[in-house]
């Protein structure tokens, strides 16, 4: 079954890129605006403004009270959210056809006119919801920053990637109004966004309400950074965090082609049969035979700037090692460059991709949101079709060759946690 | 720009929840069957209505790791030849167990449907539970265990229902079981409880998604998958915990974490169950009102006027008689006592301090998102299972959503001083008990017990 989702697109005159597409399963629009700015963008030592940003957005604008923005769709049966990442900063919502036009204003207000409303009480507040944040979901948890530690060790000194989106407590703490004023003009505008509205609405309809509210929008925003050269594969520096954790866990971190390529898709294949299914050959090795770990992952985080991040995860069993787990990795690593996958392996990591992509499909809000995504990092929305064909063209062969050029025992940095008394660094613990 | 007015809305149309076909099997099997046009990957549940009050005391734990081992061999398959032919499909299978029964899930792109029952039917009927299969399950349960005593708020979840319900009742123990009596699990105890526990009698099957183009109708691609799923009428026996509170629950437990980077907060009284003479939307309402946004009672001063939290969340978690108000989140840990002291003045207020004004906002959220909750294969099939194994049809959803869209502020008003006349909360906190105990003693919630991490 190849996919047929319509869609719509068009680009208004100062540059906003619109998608439309027809869903009336239920009286309800997803909206979606992308907006091309993340951690990526921010300059050293201001670094969690993409994200604080987000969080900025929802104190009001200027014809919107502080607050009003999440209360005025709630009360038409509306919801928001957001989420910053590297490459980009997502604001979706979903309400009943009928309050469609009332969140585009909503939304035409904040993105092209925030700043009368981002004061010092605004910022003071939301920096402190922001370091909860960060503590809540990175700090109190074990192997909460593992996510952050590895882009250390796999991104180099300077590197775009190589802090994560929540950023620095220090320079979030340094931040000035002025700062964050500067960051929206420089970012936010129509040639750095993509709307996306899926659902119960027509596409001549809902381009002229983009027209509408968005048509006479300026763009102020700085030309965007040239792109930065893709690193090869290449093992790192390891680590082992001794911590006051569950049980030990070993990841090996690799650096991947960049999300618009297509080996970054074949190395997300080669991940899952390594370790990402109960037929993958770590399961079957480590977790049936060996019994030396009691579960292992993978997983990858494609990325548009040159580079992505993957990583295999095992978690260690008493009585085992995690020098004896990563040596297994490595001699995994190296029969499946050398043998290739098995026909079956092959086979389940694709079908299981294919569902779980069917299945981020299925909700009109998470289509959206990966039809902005086709559109700003593939260039066209259509891909949101075009991947599913993409991925059910996944060879063994493709999949043995990518393995032996990025997923190698030598391109792997380890990341290692280990159970032991304190924290490694301060603020850790529980 | 120029500046425009903010535009008008229309109301949205009536809603009612997608319809239902049933079809009961010639073997007594309910099918209940929901045709989302355009939803390519196909949701199915077997709801089995078992209790856990059915485990042996000394093996509880033993419905999960059975749940869990189904589909690790059967009469025809070994595990590995499973794990291939389900994975190869496509197919994404789990089951989990909870108070009200074992729910066994699968997701299946529509053009594996047949496959996949063929599957499910294998999986249900003709496990076999192999030795080393259930001792690795095992011994994976005992790594969760040991993850969920790690992590704060899993942490403090457990500790609530130890110190809220009656020790006598089997809901004051994770659902999972404990380390020890998990850790007694065996290939015997898992054959034994599935032989006595899992069958047709009382369960249902739900099929939710797109239907078109399938070599057949669904009931009857489930009847010739699981039509040899056989039952005794009247097998099984009531003896569901029945949710009993301690009569000491009215009090703070504090789990000492010395240096914790931030303070978890867990509450909880007693709340309604779905048949609540007030209706359930009140308490959909109020949920929403105290907890359900960054604007709702509890994030308007915690979270947006004093930055002391990420969120905290409020709900009403219904059990088969009775049920929870829960109130839970993380708080800036040297802000522990004041975040509590504020938190109990947000939960102080009386049924008359509500406004016309939250009430109705709330009431229109509720009502009015209700379409957009319903609008994936998965997300109907959990709700005809929630609502099926409480003895509910679905037709309770289009009539709360019905009675929320008309509430008024005494309803909700009357739910609320309810749950405040009931017994006191529940208060476990998460955090370090040296900078913490005193302070918290003085914060209205009783008096402080503390115990190790």
């Known amino acids: ?268 294949v080669a991940l899952d049969v390594l370790a990402g299914l109960a037929v993958s050959s770590l399961h079957q090795r480590l977790v049936r035979r060996e019994e030396s770990v009691s579960g292992c992952g993978a997983g990858a985080m494609g990325l548009v700037d040159g580079t992505s991040l993957g990583y295999l995860v095992a978690d260690v069993e008493d009585g085992h090692s995690g020098a004896e787990v990563d040596a297994a990795v490595c001699e995994e690593l190296q029969v499946l460059a050398r043998r290739g996958p098995g026909d079956q392996q092959v086979r389940a990591a694709l079908a299981q991709t294919e569902r779980s992509y069917l299945e981020a499909l299925a909700g009109t809000d998470e289509r959206a949101e990966l039809l902005s995504r086709a559109a700003s990092t593939h260039g066209d929305a259509c891909y949101v079709n075009a991947h599913h064909d993409l991925v059910r063209g996944v060879t063994a062969e493709d999949v043995a060759r990518v393995a032996g050029r990025w997923l190698t025992p030598e391109s792997r940095t380890v990341l290692s946690y280990r159970a032991g008394p304190g924290a490694s660094d301060a603020g850790r613990g529980r | 720009m120029s500046r425009r007015p903010c535009p008008a809305v229309t109301p949205p149309p009536a809603w009612a929840f997608p319809e239902v076909a049933d079809h009961v099997l010639p073997s007594g099997l309910r099918v209940r069957c929901v045709d989302l046009p355009g939803q390519h990957v196909v949701s199915v549940r077997v709801a089995v209505p078992l209790t856990l009050t059915a485990e042996p005391r000394d093996r509880e734990g033993v419905a999960l790791v059975m749940a869990r081992t189904l589909d690790e061999g059967t009469r025809a398959h070994d595990a590995e030849q499973m794990a291939q032919r389900i994975e190869g499909a496509g197919i994404a299978l789990g089951a989990g167990v909870g108070e009200r029964g074992l729910v066994v899930e699968l997701e299946v792109p529509g053009s594996s449907f047949p496959e996949a029952l063929g599957l499910l039917a294998e999986c249900l009927v003709d496990p076999v539970f192999p030795e080393p299969e259930v001792a690795r399950h095992v011994r994976s349960r005992l790594t969760d265990i040991a993850h969920e005593r790690a992590d704060a708020g899993s942490r403090a979840a457990l500790e609530f229902i130890g110190s809220y319900y009656d020790a006598t009742d089997r809901a004051a123990r994770p659902a999972g079981g404990s380390a020890d009596t998990v850790g007694a699990v065996s ?73 914790a980077a931030q303070t978890e907060l867990y509450l909880g009284r007693p709340g309604p169950d779905r048949r609540t003479p007030h209706g359930w939307g009140a308490f959909q309402v109020l949920a929403f009102l105290l907890g359900g946004s960054p604007q709702a009672r509890i994030d308007a001063v915690l979270r947006e006027g004093l930055g002391y939290t990420y969120g905290i969340r409020a709900g009403f978690r219904p059990r088969r008689s009775g049920g929870l108000c829960v109130v839970s989140g993380a708080v800036r840990a040297d802000a522990t006592v004041e975040a509590v002291a504020a938190l109990q003045e947000v939960l102080s207020f009386t049924g008359d301090d509500l406004t016309d004004d939250e009430v109705r906002h709330a009431a229109d959220f509720v009502a009015k998102t209700a379409p957009g909750r319903y609008a994936t294969s998965d997300a109907v099939a959990d709700q005809v299972v929630r609502l099926g194994l409480d003895g509910l049809d679905v037709d309770t959803v289009t009539s709360t959503v019905e009675q929320v869209r008309t509430l008024d502020r005494s309803r909700v008003a009357a739910a609320w001083d309810e749950v405040r006349a009931g017994p006191a909360w529940t208060l476990v906190v998460v955090g370090d008990a040296t900078l913490h105990a005193e302070g918290l003693a003085t914060t209205g919630f009783g008096e402080v017990t503390v115990v190790r991490g």
Not at chain 1, 21 to 45: A, F
Not at chain 1, 55 to 82: C, D, K
Request: glycine residues 8%.
């Open chain 1, 1 to 268: 079954m190849s996919l047929t989702y319509p869609v719509a697109t068009r680009t208004l005159d100062n540059g906003l890129r619109v998608v439309v597409s027809e869903d009336h399963l239920v009286p309800r629009v997803s909206l979606n605006m992308w907006v091309e700015v993340g951690s990526r963008h921010e300059s050293p030592g201001r670094t969690g403004l993409a994200h604080l940003f987000e969080h900025l957005m929802f104190e009001g604008s200027a014809q919107v009270a502080e607050g009003e923005h999440f209360r005025a769709l709630q009360g038409h049966g509306g919801h928001a959210n957001a989420t910053t990442s590297f490459d980009r900063t997502t604001y979706l919502s979903s309400m009943p056809t009928g309050a469609l036009e009332l969140a585009l204003w909503l939304e035409s207000d904040r993105h092209t006119d925030l700043l009368p409303a981002v004061t010092q009480s605004n910022l003071d507040n939301q920096r402190d919801v922001v370091l909860e944040e960060k503590r809540e979901r990175y700090d109190n948890h074990p192997y909460g920053d593992a996510f952050q530690r590895m882009c250390r060790l796999v991104f180099p000194d300077g590197h775009p990637y190589r802090h994560t989106p929540i950023g620095d407590m220090t320079d979030l703490r340094a931040a000035t109004l002025q700062d964050v004023h500067r960051f929206y003009l420089d970012h936010y505008g129509p040639s750095t966004t993509v709307l996306t509205m899926v659902g119960d609405v027509h596409p001549d309809e809902a381009f002229e309400l983009a027209e509408r509210y968005f048509g006479d929008a300026a763009d102020r925003t700085v030309p965007r950074m040239p792109a930065t050269d893709p690193l090869p594969p290449a093992g790192g520096v390891n680590e082992t965090v001794v911590d006051d954790v569950p049980s030990e866990r070993v990841y090996a971190c690799f650096r991947l082609p960049a999300v618009t390529d297509r080996d970054f898709l074949v190395a997300t």
């Open chain 2, 187 to 259: 290939a015997t105890d898992v054959r034994a409880f599935h032989a006595a526990h899992v069958h047709p009698d009382r369960a249902f099957v739900v099929v939710a998604g797109d239907v078109n183009g399938m070599p057949g109708a669904p009931a009857d691609l489930v009847d010739r998958a699981l039509g040899r799923w056989s039952a005794t009428q009247g097998q099984r026996r009531p003896g569901a915990s029945s949710g009993a509170r301690a009569p000491d629950a009215g009090r703070v437990v504090l789990v000492d974490r010395p240096g």
